[in-house]
């Protein structure tokens, strides 16, 4: 997965595919999860469609100042957030959605947006960022956790619109799901990081957490221990 920050590696994105159901929710600060963060939409689906209302925990609603200033609001996704996030991914630039999903996708089905906007709450959750811009208000940016129990470590993903890169939203939503693993009792986040992508290590490195890096072709699988 690749970690988030408002990074961008300036490199002509090489000309190759990979389908959608092996990458997960993670980019333009350049995160990339995989796997459970990704995994297809599945029978349990309709269950949190109807779940995920009910279970809203409205406590980790907050507000934040960013670097430059500006106030933003940070809430748990909803199921609602669909036509918001559909928003948000066709605004990336064709870089963005590169280094988000290794590939350069054109387009993001109503199905699998569902699948990103319901989650439990427990075992995966997601932080959205909501900025007013121009009068109205606009979902900026996007963290989330899919926990894997076995090891009981959770596989970590941020996205932040082009144009609020660069301003601490996703260093805060790193430091904000920290918190809230954490007191869920997960041990740690993985990510899989580009070997190129030296911005965002560096925002893992000076995260505070012991970290642990492991190099598979032009990948790095990423460990942060809490």
Not at 11 to 37: D, N, Q
Not at 82 to 100: A, G, N, Q, T, W
Request: charge should be positive.
């Amino acid at each position: 997965m690749r970690l988030d920050h408002g990074f961008f590696i300036h490199s002509s994105p090489p000309k190759r595919t990979m389908t959608v159901s092996r990458v997960g929710w993670v980019t333009a600060f350049l995160i990339y999860a995989h796997k459970s963060l990704n995994s297809p939409i599945n029978s349990s689906w309709e269950k949190l469609l109807v779940d995920s209302s009910r279970r809203y925990p409205k406590e980790l609603e907050t507000y934040a100042t960013i670097r430059d200033g500006t106030r933003i609001f940070f809430r748990p996704i909803k199921p609602s957030d669909e036509p918001l996030m559909r928003k948000l991914f066709y605004s990336f630039s064709e870089e963005s959605i590169y280094y988000r999903f290794f590939s350069v996708l054109k387009d993001m089905t109503y199905e699998q947006l569902q699948h990103y906007v319901n989650v439990d709450y427990e075992e995966k959750m997601a932080i959205v960022a909501i900025a007013k811009e121009k009068g109205s208000e606009r979902l900026v940016a996007v963290g989330r956790y899919a926990l894997t129990p076995a090891s009981n470590m959770a596989e970590f993903a941020v996205i932040v619109q082009d144009s609020w890169q660069n301003r601490g939203i996703g260093t805060f939503l790193l430091e904000y799901l920290v918190q809230i693993a954490k007191k869920r009792g997960i041990r740690g986040f993985t990510a899989e990081v580009m070997t190129d992508n030296t911005r965002m290590l560096h925002v893992l490195e000076k995260s505070g957490y012991a970290m642990e890096k492991k190099r598979l072709n032009n990948t790095y699988q990423v460990t942060l221990k809490f």
